[in-house]
């Protein structure tokens, strides 16, 4: 049974900074695309950013390119996005997945797995 398991988010002022992290139950964690993804209320489900299996490419969605950051930890199987000076636009149930073709991967099809998504809510 494979799952991913995202924490960390929470409340937080404009211009403040979250770190989010997905713990995946992934037998080959190194080999899989991880992407993060994001839905605020009312609005269809966007990409954010992604990594790839080998962890040395890495892709943003131009609004949050410089602020957030992805990153891996294969011996952890984790991987993480750090926020940075967020905004209230920022505002959405964060969500990990897992592609497991290990491709360039930003479209919510592409991904064989998901996480339950954790809120992150920025106050003006």
């Known amino acids: 049974q494979v799952q991913l398991v995202e924490s960390g988010g929470g409340l937080v002022q404009a211009g403040g900074s979250l770190k989010v992290s997905c713990a995946a139950s992934?037998?080959?964690?190194?080999?899989?695309?991880m992407g993060w993804f994001r839905q605020a209320p009312g609005k269809e489900r966007e990409f954010v950013a992604a990594?790839?299996?080998?962890?040395?490419?890495?892709y943003y969605a131009d609004a949050v390119k410089g602020r957030f950051t992805i990153s891996r930890d294969n011996a952890k199987n984790t991987v993480y996005l750090q926020m940075n000076n967020l905004n209230p636009e920022d505002t959405a149930v964060y969500y990990c997945?897992?592609?497991?073709?290990?491709?360039?991967?930003?479209?919510?099809?592409?991904?064989?797995?998901w996480g339950q998504g954790t809120q992150v809510t920025v106050s003006s």
């Open positions: 992934l037998r080959t964690f190194s080999l899989y695309t």
């Open positions: 997945a897992a592609d497991r073709g290990g491709r360039v991967a930003t479209q919510g099809y592409e991904y064989d797995y």
């Open positions: 990594i790839m299996w080998r962890g040395g490419s890495t």
